[in-house]
């Protein structure tokens, strides 16, 4: 049976003044869906999230959320959605439990206080006052926010910016289980690793555009197919501010550079070296087998020892390259 359509968004449009923040953008997101928004700084991901919670108007296009209109609808929205509080927000002079109860009274229905404190981890935390809780918890206690009203669809902006690794995938470890519950889950995001960790698809967006939206691993596959190979040179060779790997003391008369034979390698599309003089190389490569067997044979044949080698597959980074030319950057 095809999936329920829960947010449906249709050639929507955005200006704030002269600024185009939002595109004609169109999407839809199915039931049970982790869904990300992924994009550079300005991109529009925030003002996409902000028109579908039904906190802007958007100038153009339409978008139903569980089969209401934002626009006309804005109350029947509000009931099946679950809304994530910036810290901003936060009264620090509340503690926790009080912080869940006195959202949990704007609700007309709603999980109770305890059950939710229990899922975010912050139960033997409820007497603490906001202004103690360290990051990663009050991150916990805005998704508590967010799940208080017990919704149909939760909306994330950038949940787990600014947070340490550990507090990083104790967040993910809630996304799931909040996915694991049934609910939908659109998230908006920086980070391609957690797009990828996350989501079920991901629409990466760049300024006000949407430039591609599919499956993770198809994006990968369609616009950045293949992987890394990264590679640390044996000692006594460097690869000097040009980037051309030579022995130390300068290649030999007539030698070609190992840059070259590297560039020759079966598949390899690009040789680049990150840190002038450092001793890594990548060669990026659209099949990595054939790419390996021919660095065997290479190694064999010059009785080079490399230091490392290893593989990545390409990632969203790559992805976002190939579409926009540019590096996304957390
Ligand atoms: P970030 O990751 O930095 O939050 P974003 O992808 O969420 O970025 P938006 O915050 O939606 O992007 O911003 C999209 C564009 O609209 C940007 O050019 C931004 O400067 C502009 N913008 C956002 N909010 C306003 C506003 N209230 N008034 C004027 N311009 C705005």
Not at 44 to 56: A, M, N, P, Q, V
Not at 216 to 228: Q, S
């Amino acid at each position: 049976m095809a999936a329920r359509v829960m947010v449906r968004v249709e050639s929507l449009v955005k200006r704030y003044g002269r600024v185009l923040a939002v595109d004609h953008v169109s999407f839809t997101v199915d039931e049970g869906e982790v869904f990300g928004l992924l994009g550079p700084n300005g991109a529009g991901k925030t003002t996409t999230l902000e028109i579908l919670e039904g906190l802007r108007r958007p100038d153009g296009g339409r978008v139903e959320v569980a089969g209401h209109s934002v626009v006309d609808d804005p109350r029947a929205v509000r009931t099946v959605i679950g809304v994530q509080l910036q810290e901003a927000g936060f009264f620090d002079l509340l503690t926790v439990r009080e912080t869940l109860e006195t959202f949990a009274a704007f609700h007309r229905r709603g999980l109770p206080v305890d059950q939710v404190l229990e899922r975010v981890g912050l139960r033997d935390r409820h007497r603490v006052l906001v202004r103690n809780l360290s990051g990663g918890q009050k991150q916990r206690l805005s998704i508590a926010l967010a799940l208080i009203n017990d919704p149909r669809i939760v909306f994330l902006d950038e949940p787990t910016t600014g947070l340490d690794p550990q507090a990083r995938r104790n967040l993910w470890e809630m996304i799931r289980q909040i996915r694991r519950e049934g609910r939908t889950l659109i998230l908006t995001t920086h980070s391609m690793e957690e797009a990828e960790a996350l989501c079920d698809r991901v629409a990466i967006m760049d300024r006000g555009r949407l430039l591609a939206l599919d499956r993770p691993d198809r994006l990968v596959a369609e616009h950045a197919p293949g992987a890394w190979i990264i590679l640390e040179l044996p000692y006594g060779l460097a690869t000097p501010a040009a980037g051309l790997p030579v022995p130390n003391g300068g290649p030999e008369p007539g030698a070609e550079p190992l840059s070259d034979r590297l560039r020759r390698l079966p598949a390899v599309e690009a040789v680049s070296v990150p840190e002038p003089g450092g001793p890594t190389v990548l060669l990026r490569t659209r099949d990595a087998t054939a790419t390996l067997r021919g660095l065997s044979e290479l190694q064999a044949a010059e009785g080079l020892a490399f230091r490392s080698l290893r593989v990545e597959q390409a990632s969203l980074e790559d992805v976002f390259l190939q579409l926009t030319g540019r590096e996304l950057r957390e």
